[in-house]
């Protein structure tokens, strides 16, 4: 009898401290988070936008919006300070409309910002972002995430960053005519480039004199390398975890995660059950295990969090949309991160990047644009005229490449 109270006491007094701790650690990543942005690489809700909505956004209201891992009360409670946004197009409008559809995605952006002035303030630099944090609202920026985007032209690049547009993530999951994506690592795809081609080279120096970053997420593990050697500036990863703990293809491996502390870069963890645990089902622990095995390897001035939040269709129990945020930071606090490695990898270390990326930027204002076309050979497909090509052919719409375009484009569909 007494034996049985004192059991049930113990365990009373234990449940009360597991869940006093838990409050405490909840509250301290909260006061954490009002001391330094939380800056998340990748969100796909202005796909979203598109896919349910065909970007009528008069039509929505980002209140109320229930059906996607983002909206503003969420965003609010996971303390959400600053969001890449993707301009995302599929890969099937390559050497179709995907320009078009781009900047389709790039006005939608703008438009949700401009649309509630209250929690959104647009933002194309680091000093943006801290100054948006300074005034509690959430920082909106883009980033462009497949190369097919700018269709092998550094005009189009250099329009888009004068939209706006801040990261470009050099491919989806589909080759460009100038890099490979990460779908050769698996076998599903051949090597075109083996890496980058020499206008792939061409577009990363042409970014690191405008100031985009360069976001290798979704290429192969050869051009993650070629990149990590050609760039003037550090590189990110937008939304990619670690390979050591789930050996999946969209994932850094332990050698390029040492490169890309060499570099000063960042790898910002993505919460895709699929790259989380390699399975279909994952929790917030099997996400943190992605911190605490890069942290390991490289420590924590190279982590950053890119959630990938409604471009995937699986994400980890217990971090459900962006309103959980602050319950991954409190189990990074419960592992016994730091606060200093909690800052840095909440925003600190991205703003470091930025602003490494402006500095290269400014040393590099001499230097003049990139007016060297890709080679008309290089990007013969039947949507393409060769205006201005000394050496045109004057067939675009009978090309052969056309067939194989077309297989490829299926096969990616069907993948
Ligand atoms: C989601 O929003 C729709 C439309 O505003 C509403 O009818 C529905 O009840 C909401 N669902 C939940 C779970 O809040
Ligand atoms: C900032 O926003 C959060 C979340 O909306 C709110 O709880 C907090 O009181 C705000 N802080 C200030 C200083 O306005
Ligand atoms: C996550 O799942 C693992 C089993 O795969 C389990 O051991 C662990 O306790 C779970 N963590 C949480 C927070 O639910
Ligand atoms: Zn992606």
């Known amino acids: 009898m007494t034996m049985k109270l004192i059991k049930t006491v113990c365990l009373v007094l234990w449940a009360l401290t597991v869940h006093s701790t838990a409050n405490e ?40 919006l229930n059906s996607t891992h983002t909206n503003i009360p969420k965003i609010k409670e996971g303390r959400l300070s600053a969001q890449f946004w993707a301009a995302y197009v599929p890969c099937d409008t390559q050497y179709n409309d995907a320009v ?64 706006g547009v801040r990261y470009l993530t050099l ?31 061409q577009v990363i120096l042409e970014m690191n004199r405008i100031g985009m970053l360069v976001d290798l997420a979704h290429v192969s593990v050869k051009v993650m390398k070629q990149v990590l050697e050609i760039s003037k500036a550090p590189v990110i ?31 910002m963890i993505n919460f895709y059950n699929d790259y989380v645990t390699c399975q279909r089902t994952a929790n917030i622990s099997h996400v943190a295990d992605h911190f605490d095995h890069i942290k390991k390897v490289a420590g924590s001035s190279i982590i ?18 962006v309103s959980k945020y602050p319950d991954l930071v409190a189990e990074l606090l419960r592992r016994g991160w730091t606060d200093e490695d909690i800052t840095k990898a909440l925003g600190r270390n991205l703003l470091r990047v930025f602003k490494e990326v402006e500095r290269v930027r400014d040393s590099l204002k001499d230097l003049k644009p990139d007016d060297i076309p890709i080679p008309l050979k290089e990007v013969q ?26 297989v490829l484009t299926l096969l990616n569909k069907l993948l």
């Open 25 to 64: 650690l909840k509250e301290r990543a909260l006061r954490l988070m009002a001391e330094a942005p939380l800056i998340d690489g990748h969100n796909d809700l202005p796909w979203q936008l598109r896919n349910t909505f065909n970007n009528q956004l008069n039509a929505v209201d980002l209140y109320m």
């Open 100 to 163: 078009r559809q781009t900047l389709e995605q790039i006005d939608v952006i703008h438009r949700m910002c401009q649309k509630y002035p209250d929690v959104f303030t647009f933002a194309t630099s680091s000093q943006d972002i801290e100054d948006t944090f300074a005034q509690n609202k959430t920082a909106c920026l883009i980033g462009v995430e497949g190369g097919h985007s700018i269709d092998s032209s550094l005009a189009t690049l250099r329009t888009m960053y004068q939209l």
């Open 171 to 201: 491919t989806h999951s589909c080759n460009t005519p100038w890099v490979d994506n990460w779908l050769v690592d698996t076998g599903s795809e051949p090597a075109v480039h083996n890496g980058l081609s020499d206008f792939g080279k």
């Open 237 to 267: 990863f937008s939304h990619s975890s670690a390979y050591s703990i789930c050996p999946h293809k969209r994932n850094v491996p332990d050698d390029v995660l040492l490169e890309v502390k060499n570099k000063n870069g960042i790898v």
């Open 304 to 321: 950053g969090f890119g959630g990938d939040y409604d471009g995937v269709p699986r994400v980890p129990v217990g971090l459900e949309d």
């Open 381 to 406: 497909n039947p949507c393409r005229t060769d205006y201005g090509y000394p050496d045109k052919t004057n067939s675009a719409c009978t090309h052969s490449l056309y067939p194989l375009v077309l």
